[in-house]
Nanobody
Framework: QVQLVESGGGLVQAGDSLRLSCAASGRTFSVYAMGWFRQAPGKEHDFVAAISWSGIDTVYADSVKGRFTISRDNAKNTVYLQIDSLRPEDTAVYYC??????????????????WGQGTQVTVST
């Protein structure tokens, strides 16, 4: 088991930046591939970004490429999501997730075993 706690969300203006953090506890964090997903009101969980256990392999949704950056610090058991040039359509609850089955970064949410409670990001115009 691994427990995940997201932080760093908030109310920001379009064009601002945020850095979301996801702190992990429990089993060895470094063996898990990690992902970020988001859920806007009335919508499904959408994939945002993922990173392999080593941090070398990353993958992004097309809608966030060039604006979002995923990274991890295995010594701190933390994965980050840097969000730049925020847009109103980025408004959502952002969740981090851990996969014990993935070697590489992959987008499929069904491959992630553990989920955090989420952090709200609201972008105003």
């Amino acid at each position: 088991q691994v427990q995940l706690v997201e932080s760093g969300g908030g109310l920001v203006q379009a064009g601002d930046s945020l850095r979301l953090s996801c702190a992990a506890s429990g089993r060895t964090f470094s063996v898990y591939a990690m992902g970020w997903f988001r859920q806007a009101p009335g919508k499904e969980h959408d994939f945002v970004a993922a990173i392999s256990w080593s941090g070398i392999d990353t993958v992004y949704a097309d809608s966030v490429k060039g604006r979002f950056t995923i990274s991890r610090d295995n010594a701190k058991n933390t994965v980050y999501l840097q969000i730049d040039s925020l847009r109103p359509e980025d408004t959502a609850v952002y969740y981090c997730a851990a996969s014990s089955r993935l070697t590489y970064a992959r987008p499929g949410k069904d491959q992630y075993d553990f989920w955090g409670q989420g952090t709200q990001v609201t972008v105003s115009t």
